[in-house]
């Protein structure tokens, strides 16, 4: 299989790198060297570095209805075989399970292990931060990684979800009964409720900087997020398209996000004290 170019896509095949300008990446060090409560909300432009499509963006694919209607949990339940023959096509093709951290990942992931309070929360399903080493990591929307079974609770990693073209819960109880429900994969659905909210929303409360990367903010409740950093704190925006709130941020930067904050976190390890 390491031969099949399909499992080893070229990692900026979908977007070119965009430079920040150097000012801005500057601006960018200073902001973090700052902040002592760093909160991050990261969505899909954080990821197409390690080459993960935005599919909101590349084609409109979330906006055809068929398929929203077959991402949801009421399809899940009705028919699991065709649910998870659409999910793993879209989720566990070879671009999301090749796919590795990127500069991006790499370095909040460091500048949190120098002692940098950050917190980041995820609207991505794909664990990258997570792989990178970032530890305080809040996914919004969960992991593709992971399934459960709706029934005993059990949980299962990515091998067992790949196993079987429906991979079911193998659990055996006392009296030697196999459970045998098909598994329900850890990921938010089109028709369930977004996690950890309220932790978001206290986050961005308290932070002294928040910074969004790689979301145009078009989807609430995550898109109202940034309204609630208070008028004393900082917002910096890193995305390639605009939002709703440039306006009201202390920076904005519309550059590739991997390059930009890898960019401004080697700028600030090379301050005193880092
Ligand atoms: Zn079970």
């Not at 935005?54 to 399809?75: P, Q, T, V, Y």
């Not at 990942?105 to 997570?130: C, M, P, R, S, Y």
């Not at 079987?164 to 659990?171: A, L």
């Not at 659905?189 to 900087?209: C, I, K, N, S, T």
């Amino acid at each position: 299989m390491g031969h099949d170019p399909e499992l080893h896509p070229t990692p900026h095949r979908f977007l070119p790198i965009i430079e920040p300008e150097d000012a801005q990446v500057q601006e960018l060090k200073n902001l973090l060297h700052q902040s002592h409560r760093t909160v991050v909300i990261s969505g899909a432009g954080m990821s197409t570095e390690s080459g993960i499509p935005d599919f909101r963006s590349e084609n409109g694919f979330w906006e055809e209805a068929d398929i929203l209607s077959k991402m949801s949990d009421a399809h899940l339940n009705a028919q699991p075989e065709d649910f998870w023959l659409h999910f793993k096509q879209t989720f566990m093709n070879p671009r999301f399970m090749s796919a590795v951290p990127n500069e991006g990942h790499l370095a909040l992931a460091e500048v949190a292990a120098v002692g940098k309070q950050i917190k980041i929360f995820t609207q991505n399903v794909d664990g990258l931060h997570q792989m990178a080493g970032s530890m305080n990591v809040y996914e919004l929307h969960g992991n593709i990684r992971h399934a459960f079974c709706p029934k005993c609770h059990t949980r299962y990693g990515i091998s067992h979800i790949l196993a079987e073209d429906v991979p079911h819960c193998n659990y055996f109880d006392m009296k030697g009964n196999e459970c045998q429900e098909a598994l329900h994969p850890d990921v938010v659905l089109f028709d369930q409720m977004v996690r950890h909210m309220e932790d978001a929303f206290y986050a961005v409360v308290r932070a002294d900087l928040l910074l969004v990367l790689g979301t145009s903010l078009l989807v609430d409740p995550v898109a109202s997020l940034p309204q609630y950093v208070s008028a004393e704190h900082k917002l910096a925006i890193v995305n390639l398209d605009e939002t709703y709130i440039d306006k009201r941020a202390d920076l904005v930067i519309h550059a590739s996000v991997g390059r930009t904050v890898s960019r401004a976190i080697e700028q600030l390890f090379s301050m005193p004290g880092y």
